[in-house]
């Protein structure tokens, strides 16, 4: 029944102030409902990722003495553990890689025609999430952790905004650099017309000592796209003794990003590098005028960036 019709219907019966809290009641209620749609084939725009392509570049990121210690013993030959093989990523860490196509749909309640929860599909890794819309809690602390974690959604005006506890340690880069498994993520999904965009915000009291935020990631709405299949299996890659755990002991780890004496392309010194809140701000750049800067520039980089 639309408004006017509602006017005409029950003006007879009831005095003016109690139909203009009918009218403001659905009103109230059209624009709850009037949410925008997330739905559909997604497909990611290009973008730079974090870092200044150095490994073990943790510059911008208000990460802790604790995850800086845990980033100096990762080795890349991580990766070829054969467990690690097909290591899934995080739902929100996979939003930040290159095979980011993405598919959202709905689960919707058939006599309220709410709407019960989101899910999402993105290419890398199959990553796959849940939201729940429909007022849930979150489980006990000590509940299982997933790649995904356990999500809850709430609109905030036309922002979906989602809060994840009850993740795995997992990257934040790939370079050893991880959030723990204490870790809060909200993300906030917009769609702007035809593009959507999400901001994420990572709460973690282990290993950063402020939120890291991530806002370059976006999308563009195509119904002809089409999602490719992501096979992996796991196998030997590089050969590893039985129980090897790859790694480097303090101060011994070879990664370019922890070379005191290389630069980046951009001559940038090595104090940033190492990472903390106090680099997350433009201010920053007026200190890291004052260190020294390597002569010696990372290996491979081209001879216009020297």
Known sequence: MGISSLRAFVSPWLGRGALIAIMLV????????AQADLTGLWRPLARNEDGSGMIGDAAGLPI???????ADSWSPEDFDVTEWACRPHAWHYSLE?????????????????????????VNQEEQETTIWMDGRPHPPANALHTWSGFSTGAWDGDDLVVTTTHLKETYIRRSGLMHSDQATVRTRWRRMGDYLQATVIIYDPV???EPYIRSSMMWLNDPSMVMSPYPCEEATETALARGTVPHFLPGRSPLPGLNPNLTDR????????????????PEYIAKMKTFRRPTQRMPGATESER
């Open 26 to 33: 659905l009103l109230a209620a059209n624009h709850a409902a």
């Open 64 to 70: 802790t003495s604790a995850a800086r210690w845990r």
């Open 97 to 121: 890689t290159v095979l980011t196509q993405m598919r959202i749909w709905t689960d919707i309640d058939r006599e309220t025609q709410r709407i019960v929860a989101y899910h999402g599909h």
């Open 207 to 209: 290993n950063f000592a």
């Open 266 to 281: 951009f001559g940038t010194p090595f104090e940033p590098r190492l990472g903390g809140p106090e680099t997350l701000y």
